[in-house]
């Protein structure tokens, strides 16, 4: 899924995702990152034609961003 999208937003993840995501702070942004995640997404997916994917285990939120961005 996408990270921090629509299926987190509506607690819609595996158990699994959810954990992940939360491991690396996904589960509470602010909504300026949310809006930013949603953003991010949006353009990879349209400049590249599939979603970003990265391994969220061991990293931060600011390092996610900082790697799709």
């Known amino acids: 899924p996408d990270l ?3 299926l987190a937003q509506a607690k ?3 158990a ?4 992940e995501q939360a491991s690396a702070g996904l589960d509470a942004l602010t909504d300026k990152e ?4 949603s953003k ?3 353009a990879y997916v ?3 034609g ?3 994917i990265i391994a969220v285990k061991g990293r931060t939120k600011a390092d996610i961003l ?4």
Do not use: I, W
């Open 12 to 14: 819609r993840l595996t």
């Open 46 to 48: 349209t400049r590249f």
């Open 34 to 37: 949310r809006e930013l995640f």
């Open 40 to 42: 991010l997404n949006a």
């Open 4 to 6: 921090a999208g629509k």
């Open 16 to 19: 699994e995702s959810a954990r």
């Open 50 to 52: 599939f979603p970003f």
């Open 66 to 69: 900082a790697e799709v961005e």
